[in-house]
Structures are given as C-alpha cells and as structure tokens.
T-cell receptor
Framework: DTGVSQDPRHKITKRGQNVTFRCDPISEHNRLYWYRQTLGQGPEFLTYFQNEAQLEKSRLLSDRFSAERPKGSFSTLEIQRTEQGDSAMYLC??????????????FGPGTRLTVL | LAKTTQPISMDSYEGQEVNITCSHNNIATNDYITWYQQFPSQGPRFIIQGYKTKVTNEVASLFIPADRKSSTLSLPRVSLSDTAVYYCLVGDSHSGGYQKVTFGTGTKLQVIP
C-alpha cells in the first residue's frame, strides 16, 4: 500500500501527558498537511509543510502543539500537556504539488486521540 | 476564503442515482472543486476533482456550470456501501499552487435498502 499512513491509529492518554503522532506521506509528495476532526464536524486545517519547511499554521495550533518534518519525508505532531478538549481524530494528508493541476490532498486513516 | 454550502443530509434508495449540489458563490479564478467521501473513523477519500464543465471517473461525475458558482456530484446507482459523508471543497490558491482547503460539515448520505 503506497497511501498515506499514520501511527498509531488509536491513542488513549491521561490529561497532562504528552503524545506524539507520526505521518508517512505518499512517496515523493512534497506537501504535507495536518488536520483535526471532532465528532460531527469536517476536518479543520492545522498546519502545512512544503518539504521540511512549515509554511503555515492555523491559530488552532496552540503553543502546546508542535509539528515537524525534519527530512521532508515523514512528519510528527506532538501535543504537550494534553487536555480533554484535544480529544479528536488527527488526520494527515499529502499532495504532490505539481504545477498546473488542482493539488489534490490524499488523506491517511487518522489517529484517534482520547484524553481521559 | 471560499465557502461552500451543501445539504446537511440526503436519503436515497439503493440503485438510484444521487445528486449532491454544492454552492460556492465566492470561488476564485484559480480554485479547483474537489469532493471527498468519508466513512466513520476513517480519513476522507478523494472522489473527484474538476475546474469547469464535466468530469467523470469510475465512481462519480462532477458537473460544473459555466459560472462555477455551484457544482453537482453525481453518484450512479448507489449501494449501501455509499452511505457516508460527502464533502465539497474549493481551494484557496496560494502562490506556488498550494491550495488551503476548508471543509464544511458535509452532506450525510444514507442509502436505504
């Protein structure tokens, strides 16, 4: 399978703990995105990487959240001092960034975070 | 920031054609229209994308009128497995082609036996 993969698929943690999620994009996709989705809502944009550069961050990404893509391939999203309000599905997507076409984003299966 | 409006929910019987219309009055010249399907506890799955007129692939057709202020996703002969939420998106084109997309609440399609 050469799609976007995410790990873990499920994470249960206690309030105040730190968690880290990993995303492996489609090979050779140079754009990578993180979204958060709560029940009954559509995904909300969190941040965007072009290769290793983080080019945009949503105001939803508080200072407890940090994302990296150190070598322009996989990415990690860390949440420090988790709160119950962080409980959500965290989705990763990637796109090829080819010029001249609508830059379709392909999504991974998501990581479901539950903060107790 | 382009916004979309689509029905909150739709019901259809198996075997029928389903058309879901999305309004995007403020679509920009460079924006593409993309539709995704999402099942519970899964990531959105790309269905189809278009810029103007009609686009067809193996799973759906997308109809876009000349003014591009709306689009219609057409699913032929739906089955129970098509029960899902369908999102219509338009991209906000940034320099370099990156499209920041905004998801609405989508249309929940329920296919009835």
């Amino acid at each position: 399978d050469t799609g976007v993969s995410q790990d873990p698929r499920h994470k249960i943690t206690k309030r105040g703990q730190n968690v880290t999620f990993r995303c492996d994009p489609i090979s050779e996709h140079n754009r990578l995105y993180w979204y958060r989705q709560t029940l009954g809502q559509g995904p909300e944009f969190l941040t965007y990487f072009q290769n290793e550069a983080q080019l945009e961050k949503s105001r939803l990404l508080s200072d407890r959240f940090s994302a990296e893509r150190p070598k322009g391939s996989f990415s990690t999203l860390e949440i420090q001092r988790t709160e119950q309000g962080d409980s959500a599905m965290y989705l990763c997507a990637s796109s090829s960034g080819l010029a001249g076409v609508g830059d379709t984003q392909y999504f991974g299966p998501g990581t479901r975070l539950t903060v107790l | 920031l382009a916004k979309t409006t689509q029905p909150i929910s739709m019901d259809s019987y198996e075997g029928q054609e389903v058309n879901i219309t999305c309004s995007h009055n403020n679509i920009a010249t460079n924006d593409y229209i993309t539709w995704y399907q999402q099942f519970p506890s899964q990531g959105p799955r790309f269905i189809i994308q278009g810029y103007k007129t009609k686009v067809t692939n193996e799973v759906a057709s997308l109809f876009i009128p000349a003014d591009r202020k709306s689009s219609t996703l057409s699913l032929p002969r739906v089955s129970l497995s098509d029960t899902a939420v369908y999102y219509c998106l338009v991209g906000d084109s940034h320099s370099g082609g990156y499209q920041k997309v905004t998801f609405g609440t989508g249309t929940k399609l329920q296919v009835i036996p």
